[in-house]
């Protein structure tokens, strides 16, 4: 599986918009980039993905670099309950090799929200 | 709208007994379905995943078990339980290529 880089942590302060990075140098050109975030004591909750251009939705923005080796994890303004686990992931196309669209979860970012 | 089930809630089970966790899927038909597992300060490890009734594929050797007896039912089971087993079990489900769906988990704590 193709990994992903992301700083252990970073800080915010609420209603300020967050910038969380994401390196993933050995991107291959099926994989899709994932994210999603894990408050504590619960289950990871999907926030986004996207193959080559920029994503938007309603909790998130993702902005994809042109090479595709680098994403960023745009959040508006972040609010305390946005405090959680940040993961990058890199997931197969759907249907493709043996992976099955397989997640593999790395240590992620700890974003912690500022009042 | 799709739902995911899984319990229970907590467990806290003793050395050598045995494990049965009852993941079940609702709203969807023929779903990819996993079982993570997070110890304590880590990150999630994929321990078993299914794409079809009765296949079931195994990440990593261990102490445990699963099964697929039905297309929405995913079963993570053990017979004997180590400490080592102690952790937080999730399980996720998947129709395609968007994002996963995950269960709010079981906390298992092997006394």
């Known amino acids: 599986d193709a990994k992903t880089t992301q700083p252990n942590s970073m800080e915010s302060n609420e209603e300020e918009p967050v910038h969380l990075p994401c390196n993933h140098s050995?991107?291959?050109?099926?994989?899709?980039i994932h994210w999603y975030r894990q408050l504590p004591s619960q289950g990871p909750e999907y926030v986004i993905h996207?193959?080559?251009?920029?994503v938007n939705n309603r909790m998130a923005s993702l902005a994809i670099a042109e090479d595709r080796k680098s994403s960023t994890l745009i959040l508006h303004r972040a609010t305390l309950r946005d405090a959680a686990v940040y993961y990058c992931?890199?997931?197969?196309?759907w249907g493709g090799g043996t992976s099955y669209g397989k997640l593999t979860f790395g240590q992620g970012t700890i974003l912690t929200v500022h009042p | 709208s799709q739902t995911i089930h899984q319990w229970p809630a907590t467990l806290v089970q003793p050395v050598g007994s045995p494990l049965s966790l009852e993941c079940t899927v609702e709203?969807?038909?023929?779903?990819?379905l996993y079982w993570y597992r997070q110890a304590a300060g880590r990150g999630l490890q994929l321990l078993f995943y299914?794409?079809?009734?009765?296949?079931i594929s195994s990440e990593v050797p261990q102490n445990l078990s699963a099964s697929r007896p039905q297309d929405r039912q995913f079963i993570l089971s053990s017979k004997k339980l180590l400490l080592s087993d102690s952790g937080f079990y999730l399980c996720?489900?998947?129709?395609?290529?968007?994002?996963?769906?995950f269960g709010s988990g079981t906390r298992l704590t092997v006394v």
């Open positions: 996720a489900w998947t129709g395609g290529a968007e994002g996963y769906t």
């Open positions: 709203g969807t038909s023929n779903p990819n």
């Open positions: 992931i890199l997931r197969d196309a």
């Open positions: 996207g193959l080559t251009s920029n």
């Open positions: 050995t991107i291959s050109g099926t994989d899709y």
């Open positions: 299914s794409v079809g009734i009765g296949q």
